[in-house]
């Protein structure tokens, strides 16, 4: 069975980092390209990156883009994402999801449980 396990999260305040992980099991994992999704209490899923197999293409929502670096390591059938200069917007549960595509949104089933990071002021 697939399965995907985020880690890394926690409490931070408002301009530091973490790196969140993601570990793929029961699957092939340099087989798909891979996501990054958050929820954050009251509101919507939000894509906010995905990367190719060979991590060679990247995508990166607005929101985040060049303060979070998606990164992926085949060989331990893991993928990352380094969070720099966090702000409380950023606060939400974190989860990873197989994609489709790098351009478009991941499916809405097979997500991880996720992992919570909250950002305070």
């Known amino acids: 069975e697939a399965q995907l396990l985020e880690s890394g999260g926690g409490m931070v305040q408002v301009g530091g980092s973490l790196r969140l992980s993601c570990v793929g099991s029961?699957?092939?994992?340099?087989?798909?390209?891979m996501s990054w999704v958050r929820q954050a209490p009251g509101k919507g899923p939000e894509w906010i990156s995905s990367?190719?197999?060979?991590?060679?293409?990247?995508y990166y929502a607005d929101s985040v883009k060049g303060r979070f670096t998606i990164s992926r390591d085949n060989a331990k059938s893991t993928m990352y994402l380094q969070m720099n200069n966090l702000k409380p917007e950023d606060t939400a549960l974190y989860h990873c999801a197989k994609a489709v595509r790098v351009d478009l949104p991941p499916r809405s089933d097979g997500w991880g449980p996720g992992t919570q990071v909250t950002v305070s002021s």
């Open positions: 029961g699957f092939t994992f340099r087989r798909f390209n």
């Open positions: 990367i190719s197999t060979g991590g060679a293409t990247t």
